[in-house]
């Protein structure tokens, strides 16, 4: 049907979203982007700053180190290594600030002597002097560069250099321990970092948790490998400690150390955030402004919207739906005008798949019923009639036989008369038996499973053990039993002819209202291409009757393994009023 021109649903949120959204889009993205970009400048600058004055410091400290301890060295009292002599001068050094010490070692590594100052802990001073010890024994302590290690949350230097006797030979060591300032007065944001690196890429000190980082070799971080390739710069990345930082680095040649500096990068954009949220806040102004027509456009699109919305539901829910809207943009209308004829082809196809579902199922049922009828019929005649008038000419040719005196000449052809005439007795018989058992009239189901499992096992030379219940256990109609009869027939046939297999397991049991079968082998097992594959007539003839009842049957192949084939039959106890 023809329908009015109307704008179309992307005009009209197109003229929405253009109306509130551009704008604000243009201003937010501008002002946020040029604010980050001059936040992160900043931060990496006075990242760069701390990591400079940090290395003035190390440098000026390393200067004084090595002013004192050649002062120290040049003394005769320590160079002929008097250890009273010396222990006085190096208690009596004038150490400013009050937080450093003098030790005297000899070649061994052993304390000759050592200054006390006033304001250092006995404490550390000690265990520093035992720990220089150690770095000497081991060959550690390099002449002139500084080493560090952290006690608590304190940072020991040590320096030392070589103390020569009055003919120029080394005789000792004096080294100078002084407790460290890494950050020195500069106040960093919480979660700012300072390290040094050697020239290893070794962390030697470490603002945050030393503990963890003191000693790790970074060099193949990509913030590390940064720092030991450029003498100087700035960046951005993602720390050690895997928090994302702006850092500033640089180096200082006189002891080969790395320096640099990191700013937390959430800090560095909280500013940001908080202008992104000013600048939201100047949004809603604009947004405000438009507010009234956004209504008015979605009221007229969300109403035949709705409509279909609802429409859908009660036809997702087994109701008949349609729509009728002219409201709204055109696509809309035509979206109802094709709803609709999509209900009309759904209701009229469904109708038309139960009715053909319906007749198949009752012409299949009805297929099944008369190939059963005719199996009787065609075992009860060859039971009947070709088997009495066999029974009979066997008679009678037998009698003929015996009225003639045999001569050796025609006794190969009376015995062979003879085993020809059994041998068609007992086919007609077997016919008539694999037609129509006798016993499934007779003793029941499981009278006639047992006679089909043996004479299974006497064709095919396959093992076949059963478990079955009593006869009166089962207490199934005519019809289950057949349908019964007939499955395990059709599966042991397929076992037989297909599987390759030495053993076979046939459960029958009852459990509630169902009947249950379990066909169980030991063969190549089936594959799910097979189970699907359309022409394995023998699968569908087993589902197609277990279906007849409202029962069902699962086949499971195993490549290797062999095939299980499961059947679930609805069977009330006959008698049990359910």
Known sequence: ???????????????????????????????????????????????LRIARATAARMRDLHTDSLDLLERMAARPQI??????????????????????????????????????????????????GRWIAEELRAGRLVPRMPVM????????????????????????????????????KDTLPPNSTVTILDDRGTIVARSNHPELWNGRNVRDTTLGAL???????????????????????????????????????????RPVRRFLIEGLAGGVVIVALVTIIAMTLARRIARPINALARAADS????????????????????????????????LRSEHLIRESEGNLKMMSERLLAIEEEERIRIARELHDDLGQSLTALKMDVIGFL??????????????????????????????SAELRPPLLDDLGLIAAVESEARLFEERSGIECETSLPAEDELRVDEKTATTMYRIIQEALTNVSRHSDATRVE?????????????????????????????????????????????????????????????????????????
């Not at 850092?247 to 700013?263: K, N, Q």
Request: charged share 20%.
């Open 149 to 184: 290690r952290a006690v608590g949350n304190s940072w020991i230097s040590v320096t030392s250099i070589p103390v020569s006797d009055s003919r120029g030979v080394p005789r000792a060591v004096i080294a100078l321990m002084q407790v460290s300032e890494i950050v020195g």
């Open 79 to 128: 160079r002929e290594l008097d250890p009273a002599a010396c222990g006085a001068i190096l208690e009596a050094a004038d150490f400013d600030p009050q937080d450093e010490n003098l030790f005297l070692f000899d070649p061994t590594g052993r304390i000759l002597c050592a200054g006390t100052p006033h304001k250092l802990d006995p404490a550390l001073s000690a265990s520093t």
């Open 402 to 431: 015996n009225a003639h005196e045999a001569t050796p000449a025609s006794a190969p052809v009376r015995d062979r008369i003879v085993r020809t005439l059994d041998a068609t007795v007992t086919a007609v018989q077997r016919i």
């Open 506 to 578: 046939l459960r029958v049991r009852r459990r509630g209202d169902e009947l249950l079968l379990e066909i169980r082998d030991d063969g190549h097992g089936l594959t799910g291409a097979e189970i699907a594959d359309p022409s394995s007539f023998g699968l569908i003839g087993m589902r197609e009757r277990a279906a007849i009842l409202g029962g069902s049957v699962h086949f499971e192949g195993v490549p290797g393994r062999g095939t299980i084939v499961s059947v679930r039959i609805p069977s009330p106890l006959a008698g049990s009023g359910t």
């Open 1 to 47: 049907m023809p329908f009015p021109r109307r704008w179309s649903i992307r005009r009209w949120l197109g003229s929405l979203a253009l109306a509130v959204g551009l704008p604000l889009l243009v201003l937010l993205v501008a002002l946020f982007v040029s604010q980050v970009r001059s936040d992160q400048s900043a931060a990496r600058d006075e990242a």
């Open 315 to 346: 036809l997702a829910a087994g109701k008949q739906a349609t729509v009728s809207t002219t409201e709204g943009p055109r696509e809309i209308a035509l979206l109802a005008e094709t709803f609709n004829e999509m209900v009309t082809t759904r």
């Open 227 to 269: 720092a030991l390739r450029q003498p100087e710069g700035r960046t951005d990345a993602v720390g050690l400690d895997g928090v994302s930082r702006e850092y500033g680095f640089t180096y200082l040649p006189d002891v080969r150390w790395h320096i640099y500096a990191g700013i937390p990068t959430a800090d560095v954009m």
